[in-house]
């Protein structure tokens, strides 16, 4: 390694020494004049340490064929054409960039030092090069030509002494906005450009006309702060400044409306995504792409030689364009990609939710039926009791008993094969009230259950299957609660037109602690009450009923089928 490669090693290392030095020879350049040799080796220096400096490209790169030839070329004309008028469009483009790099910086001194070495630049720019270049008969008032050349490098010895945050002093350290670096850059060159203008149109002096320029440039400054915010009643320019880089010529909004209008009419998630990814080859940039979304894959259009990969969970995308993506273009892509995912997603779940719902139901039919089963059973039972406790003198009361409820037991069971097979229809159709309630007083002709008299009319009809199956279930809760308690009653009763069936017992309370979840959720339970209660209610209000309890004291435990009005329950 040469002496050189060590120096421009180490300089490298620190962003301070080599912005610093780089300013320092750019000092010597601009002090031996613009038409001396040392002037122009001295910015042939100064060029070297801008590349080692700027943050376009690394340092460490090799430079090919191509670009020394560019590079060659860059120097030649600038060897050609040295002179004042480059050494200002030189120490322009430097104060752009160093201005652009100050956004970016939180860290005090860190943006102090590059205040600092812009303020350098700027005082070069007024104080030393534009006097250069405009007549001097038009400089009036105290040269400062001494003051620039042996004050000024007191700034470098002011910049050497802060201390720069690690991030910023390392090698690439610091980014630069493009958009503020131009805007800089315009500015300083509206700044010569008016100052040069004042002189020749109101034949001021250089050092009035700066001032002017100057005032004017910051009322125009204000002038635009206070337009571009947005306050109550006024629109500022920032809303359509930001309008204006959401779109910029990308139909993002013709691709969103066919992608909501996609959404909403293709169901499978995987066939939304290949037609929402095709849609894009409509966009101008787009000439095809691949896309991986968990096990499945696709492609669509074709491949071209730029390629962009838009990572993300679970789908992934890879987009082949005609020309290189711009960043405000990737960020824009990547957005689009987001949106396809989140919709990609949002099927998934829905077809999940689908399928839980689908084994919701199946279970739901299932615990259903295995309750009309368990109460067909505990009929079979007391029947299989009776006729094992009856003597011989009372066979022909058993005759009839079996005779009655046998084929009701058959009906039951056959409904219940029906519901098994059309779990979504209510097998059993309407019953006469009457018939109903007599079948029920055969049915529990041997417990301790009470049928309240009544005058039934003839001409109402309840769902049978939903009757039955809210009376199996709480009489056979009252009748395990018997079991206990054996002074426990039951009663039953039913309005006229079936309106309401109550049920009631003179047993214990239901424990507070199942209450909230009684009847609207299965509750844990060792003799009843668990889930046939819940799938009842929910036979209820799919027939136009609701099963509530209507009392709960001990000695009145009661509950309720009711009819509800036809615009819905009552308060």
Known sequence: MTLLQRVASALRQRQRWLLVSLLGVLHLALVSGADTTIGLLCWLVNVGLFILWQPFTYAERNVDLIG????????????????????????????ALVGGRVMFIDHRPTRIFYLIAFAYLLAALLLWLV???????????????????????????????????????????????????????????VLILGSLAFMLLR???????VLNALISIALLLLLIGWAWNTRPGFTGFDVFFSRYLLTIGLPFETWLHRLTMLAGS??????????????????PWVDGGSWVAGARSGAFGRESRFRQDFPGQPLQLTLHTRHKLSPALVWH??????????????????RELQQVSYLRAIHETGARLTHDVKNLLQSLSNLCYLAQT?????????????????????????QTLSKLQKPQTDAGG????????????????????????????SDALLPVALFDSVADNLLQNALLKAQVDSDLQVC???????????ICDTGSALDPLILGDLLRAPVASESGLGVGLYHAARQAESCGYELRLASNVPGQVCFELRRLPPDGPAA
């Open 390 to 414: 009856m003597n011989g003198e009372q066979g022909e009361r058993l005759d009839r008993l079996l005779q009655r409820q046998l084929p009701q037991i058959t009906q039951r069971l056959q």
């Open 430 to 457: 309407l019953l006469p009230v009457a018939a109903w309630w007599q079948l029920q007083q055969q049915r529990y002709a041997t417990t301790p259950v009470t049928f309240v008299a009544v005058d039934l009319n």
């Open 131 to 189: 006097p250069q270049v405009v007549p001097h008969a038009a400089l009036t008032g105290p040269s400062l030509d001494r003051e620039f050349a042996w004050g000024m490098p007191a700034c470098f010895l002011v910049m050497l002494l802060l201390p720069l945050s690690q991030e910023s002093d390392r090698p690439g350290g610091g980014m630069i906005d493009l958009f503020y670096s131009l805007f800089i850059f315009l500015l300083i060159a």
């Open 203 to 209: 034949q001021s002096g250089y050092l009035e006309a």
């Open 68 to 95: 020394l030839a560019v590079l060659t070329l860059v120097l030649g004309c600038g060897v050609a054409w040295y002179g004042w008028w480059l050494l200002i469009v030189w120490v322009v483009m430097l104060a």
């Open 266 to 283: 293709e169901s499978e998630p995987e066939q939304f995504l290949s037609q929402a990814l095709a849609e894009m080859l409509d966009l």
């Open 333 to 350: 892509f990547h957005l689009l990609a987001q949106l396809a995912n989140e919709h990609y997603i949002a099927k998934l779940r829905a």
């Open 492 to 502: 039953v009763s039913i309005t006229a037109d079936a309106s309401v069936l109550r």
